[in-house]
């Protein structure tokens, strides 16, 4: 599922010559965290809210401040589980979304993520998300697919994420499963010294599903 079937324009975006106050006005009225800076097209980056308000002076334009733009994107062709860790990192309730060129194509709201979770995963046939810290010296890819086809796993997606704000930090490798066995794979996994960010199972009982939901609002609004 890309990223690009999912953008939403019902937000608005920012301009380099838009004065600090217009900016705040604009990110306050819309209740967003964050929105998109463009220079026509070109995406510049994002600015929130508390960015702004940290500024000297509310006289001063968003292209005097660009230096504290922040750069969380999503490609075009991206899977739209690539959303997961940066709305998790970033605390943003929108992300944008860009092309090649690097040209604004739009956003993807939080609430995609929420509505997808409700009509497969919660659903759906049973599984979850895993989020590993992969040390290519550590890690093995081959033992953790084993571990995962033990407990009757099937690896639906998946893909790695680097975070651009932490360099050092290790790529996390995000893996969909499908499988019943989701709790008894995650202890496998550990009992392998397999480091287990964080982990979400999917299911098909109620009172489970909305425990499962709430840690899902959870992840999405840290």
Request: hydrophobic share 40%; charged share 20%; aromatic share 10%.
């Amino acid at each position: 599922m890309l990223v690009l079937s999912y953008l939403s324009f019902d937000y608005p975006t920012l301009s380099l010559q838009d004065s600090l106050q217009k900016a705040l006005k604009v990110i306050e009225g819309n209740k967003a965290t964050a929105l998109s800076v463009l220079d026509g097209k070109k995406w510049l980056g994002n600015i929130t809210a508390s960015q702004i308000s940290q500024q000297l002076t509310q006289a001063a334009k968003l292209k005097d401040i660009q230096s504290v733009f922040q750069t969380d994107r999503l490609e075009l062709e991206e899977d739209i589980l690539a959303s997961l860790p940066l709305f998790e990192s970033t605390g943003f309730s929108l992300l944008p979304v860009v092309n090649e060129e690097g040209n604004w194509m739009g956003y993807i709201h939080q609430d995609v993520m929420t509505n997808m979770f409700i009509q497969s995963g919660f659903t759906g046939r049973n599984g979850g998300i895993l989020r590993i810290p992969f040390h290519i010296q550590r890690d093995s890819m081959s033992v953790i697919m084993r571990i995962i086809e033990e407990n009757k796993g099937l690896m639906v997606r998946s893909f790695f994420h680097r975070s651009e704000k932490n360099p050092q930090a290790l790529p996390e490798w995000v893996i969909q499963v499908q499988t019943d066995q989701f709790s008894q794979m995650v202890k496998s996994l550990e009992r392998h010294d397999i480091a287990i960010e964080k982990a979400f199972a999917f299911g098909q009982h109620e009172d489970v599903d909305q425990m499962r939901f709430d840690l899902l609002l959870k992840y999405l609004n840290p």
